[in-house]
């Protein structure tokens, strides 16, 4: 079992930076595959960018590419989303899911655990 609680979201500027926290307490987080995903108001829940295994590079979905950077510290068992450059097209809830194996690692269905989420807001 695995429990996810976020941290770090906020009010910013577009073109600013905030740093999301994803701490994981119950089972050492690197035995499973992370991942953020992001639901806007009246949208479906998407993928963000995910951190599958240590042998893997992260992946990120395009809008995302050279502005987020997901990380993950063992000794803290946390996994971390670095936002730069944000836009106001990024403002969601965002949420940090894990699960312990599967393929699809941009489908919302295949994560077994998931934190509350927290409020990013970009304003213009």
């Known amino acids: 079992q695995v429990q996810l609680v976020e941290s770090g979201g906020g009010l910013v500027q577009a073109g600013g930076s905030l740093r999301l926290a994803c701490a994981a307490s119950g089972r050492i987080f690197s035995m499973y595959n992370t991942a953020w995903f992001r639901q806007a108001p009246g949208e479906e829940r998407e993928f963000v960018a995910a951190?599958?295994?240590?042998?893997?590079?992260?992946v990120y979905r395009d809008s995302v590419k050279g502005r987020f950077t997901i990380s993950l510290d063992n000794a803290k068992n946390t996994l971390y989303l670095q936002m730069n450059s944000l836009k106001p097209e990024d403002t969601a809830i965002y949420y940090c899911?894990?699960?312990?194996?599967?393929?699809?690692?941009?489908?919302?269905?295949?994560?077994?655990?998931w934190g509350q989420g927290t409020q990013v807001t970009v304003s213009s």
């Open positions: 951190h599958r295994d240590i042998f893997s590079y992260p």
């Open positions: 899911a894990a699960r312990s194996s599967g393929t699809d690692y941009s489908s919302s269905s295949t994560y077994d655990y």
